[in-house]
């Protein structure tokens, strides 16, 4: 009975309700933000919780694979919805800050995080070299869109169109050999290096496990729905630019829930399994879920989407994509890490920031 009085994150559920009700009765954004804000702290501790205890049962690639996808589930949701609206920019602006977020600030604070509890942590280097490699060809593969529209304009138009979607479907095609080499002929290239720290942990059923997951995903998409929704007005009412909420203040309050995943996970040593989880979320999103975008806007949408970014986001994805493979290349992982990694997030953001309105 007194378990039932001891404290506990999962009280933080009762927010839940309370943001859907501030949602739906039209109050203030920051109070409808904050409130779905702290209701995805308990839903991301459980996503975290299933995702270690499948890992136990496929291994810390699928393990990751598997967080990744219902992970990136929310910005997928958010972007088709941006893109129904024919915000072309906010989309493109959300891609390139969940890919900013992924690989300096959520890999930054698992490095911090775990670097302030084990001297340094250990993890396979070969899967970093692999998961490096294709986030290479994935930002590389996006000069040629952003090239050709700086060039070219409006001028060619219909071959601007052709190209973004040859473009995408050889990057779907990609993106499924990848995950034939890293899960079926290759999968020990990705196998973990550390233990982990497992002691007193109760171990789950496999379906105990993946339907946690499936519903927790939901309850993450769901409710960051309704956080990203009341991000803009709140970001606004800070006086933040167009540009700094879509790919700052959007891309960090929709991936909350990976925040606190990175502490968990780097908190016990499972650093090959959030490794898998933050570069698979990149990789997905640039080969996956950037793709997928442009072939729903031919059907959805007052016209089709281009993977023509800024060159301010472009390179801002390039050298984070250096940055991330350099920093964690080795294998090692501690605090001063961690600590480079969100330096060079901050620097960013304070960039964005300051950058005029178009």
């Not at 779905?36 to 690639?61: C, F, H, K, M, V």
């Not at 906010?90 to 969940?98: C, E, P």
């Not at 090959?272 to 997905?284: E, F, K, N, P, T």
Request: proline share 3%; hydrophobic share 55%; net charge neutral.
């Amino acid at each position: 009975m007194k378990s039932l009085f001891k404290p506990s994150i999962y009280w933080l559920l009762v927010f839940v309700p309370v943001a859907l009700f501030l949602d739906y009765s039209g109050a203030r954004a920051p109070l409808v933000f904050f409130s779905a804000g702290l209701s995805i702290i308990p839903i991301a501790r459980l996503i975290g919780l299933s995702t270690e205890q499948l890992a136990a049962y496929t291994g810390d690639a699928a393990g990751g694979l598997l967080n990744a996808t219902f992970g990136n589930l929310p910005e997928l949701i958010i972007a088709l919805v941006v893109l129904n609206a024919g915000l072309h920019e906010m989309v493109l602006a959300s891609l390139a800050g969940a890919i900013l977020a992924n690989l300096l600030l959520k890999m930054g604070v698992a490095f911090l995080v775990g670097g302030l509890k084990f001297h340094s942590q250990d993890y396979n280097a070969n899967s970093i070299r692999v998961y490096g490699s294709m986030m290479l060809i994935a930002t590389s593969s996006m000069f040629i869109p952003s090239a050709f529209h700086s060039f070219f304009g409006t001028s060619f138009a219909a071959s601007e169109n052709t190209l973004n979607i040859v473009l995408s479907v050889t990057l779907l095609v990609s993106y499924i050999l990848y995950l034939i080499f890293m899960l079926k002929t290759h999968a020990e290239a990705f196998k973990s290096q550390g233990d982990g720290d497992d002691e007193k942990e109760e171990k789950w059923t496999l379906y105990r496990a993946l339907g946690t997951l499936i519903v927790s995903a939901v309850g993450a998409a769901f409710m960051s729905e309704v956080l990203v929704g009341a991000a803009e007005a709140t970001g606004k009412a800070m006086g933040m630019t167009g540009l700094f909420i879509g790919v700052v203040f959007l891309a960090v309050a929709g991936g909350a829930a990976d925040l606190i995943t990175a502490f968990s996970m780097a908190s016990k040593n499972k650093m090959d399994l959030y490794i898998g989880i933050v570069m698979g979320s990149s990789i997905q999103i640039a080969l996956f879920v950037g793709p997928i975008l442009v072939l729903c806007s031919l059907f959805i949408g007052p016209a089709q989407l281009t993977l023509s970014f800024v060159p301010s986001l472009l390179g801002s994805m390039f050298f984070a994509v250096l940055l991330g493979i350099m920093v964690a290349g080795d294998g090692k992982s501690n605090w001063y890490k961690g600590v480079q990694l969100i330096l060079f997030y901050l620097i960013l953001a304070i960039m964005f920031y300051f950058i005029p309105v178009h």
